[in-house]
Nanobody, 115 residues
Framework: QVQVVESGGGLVQAGESLRLSCTTS????????GAWYRQTPGKQRELVAG???????TYVDSMEGRFTISRDNAKNTIYLQMNTLKLEDTAVYYC?????????WGQGTQVTVSS
């Protein structure tokens, strides 16, 4: 059974850093493109950053420079390094990965930034 599990969220103060991880298990084959999204109550889920199977990255303009997406294919894991966190970064962060012809979502991990 395929599982996509995010981890690394938590409560931090503004200006601090967090690294989120997204690990895929139960899949025989390579993990394709991956992306991190985030969602706050009452708002649509929004893209934060994406990474191709070859490591090519894309960022939403407002995230670039503070957030870095990366991957370790040997561990089937995609990371999101978040630096200089702001209050408005508070959200549930979700990972989405392409496995074969389908995409899978994780359950999300809460990031809360306090002043």
């Amino acid at each position: 059974q395929v599982q996509v599990v995010e981890s690394g969220g938590g409560l931090v103060q503004a200006g601090e850093s967090l690294r989120l991880s997204c690990t895929t298990s139960g899949w025989i084959g390579s993990v394709g493109t991956g992306a991190w999204y985030r969602q706050t109550p009452g708002k649509q889920r929004e893209l934060v950053a994406g990474i191709g199977e070859d490591g090519t990255t894309t960022y939403v303009d407002s995230m670039e420079g503070r957030f870095t997406i990366s991957r370790d294919n040997a561990k089937n894991t995609i990371y999101l390094q978040m630096n200089t966190l702001k209050l408005e970064d508070t959200a549930v962060y979700y990972c989405n990965v392409a496995l074969g012809w389908n995409t899978y979502w994780g359950q999300g991990t809460q990031v809360t930034v306090s002043s």
